[in-house]
């Protein structure tokens, strides 16, 4: 009987370390977001912040850049612009354009957006759950039906 509860013991011990590969309750969360945006049409990836001005500094906590690419055929766009969250408010970096109304319907969180010839996206911090990655959908749509 001691020889069961020490090979018990031994293979306990054994498996222990590879308990902490095992994703946490956030990090599953979050796959869950990406994957969810990935599925309804999104580019999901980190970038560099875009801020290229001295007095815009990124938020803290982890940010990442979801996309709305636009085909080939779609690509009407021709203004490069980036947009940033200032005091409740988005203010245009570099030239002085102003914000696509969808912008106004992002989630908190939103903490850039640009837009360029290849499409639309934000920058957010992701918290929040799959209500805010769907707004975020709907509204990169929206953004791209008006470019």
């Given at each position: 009987m001691l020889a069961y509860f020490v090979i018990a013991f031994v293979l306990l011990l054994a498996l222990a370390p590879l308990l902490h590969f095992r994703p946490n309750k956030r990090q599953r969360a979050l796959a869950a977001m990406r994957e969810y945006a990935a599925v309804n049409g999104l580019l999901v990836q980190y970038r560099k912040f875009?801020?290229?001005?001295?007095?815009?500094?990124?938020?803290?906590?982890?940010?990442?850049f979801y996309g709305l690419r636009l085909s080939p055929?779609?690509?009407?766009?021709?203004?490069?612009?980036?947009?940033?969250?200032?005091s409740g408010a988005w203010r245009s970096l570099g030239s002085r354009i102003?914000?696509?109304?969808?912008?106004?319907?992002?989630?908190?969180?939103?903490?850039?957006?640009?837009?360029?010839?290849?499409g639309c996206?934000?920058?957010?911090?992701?918290?929040g759950g799959m209500e805010q990655v769907e707004r975020i959908c709907e509204s990169l749509r929206a953004w791209a039906k008006d470019l």
């Open positions: 875009p801020a290229s001005e001295r007095s815009i500094r990124p938020p803290e906590g982890d940010i990442i055929e779609d690509r009407r766009a021709t203004l490069k612009a980036v947009w940033v969250m200032e102003p914000a696509p109304s969808a912008l106004q319907t992002l989630p908190e969180g939103s903490v850039a957006a640009v837009v360029d010839e290849a996206g934000v920058f957010w911090i992701e918290n």
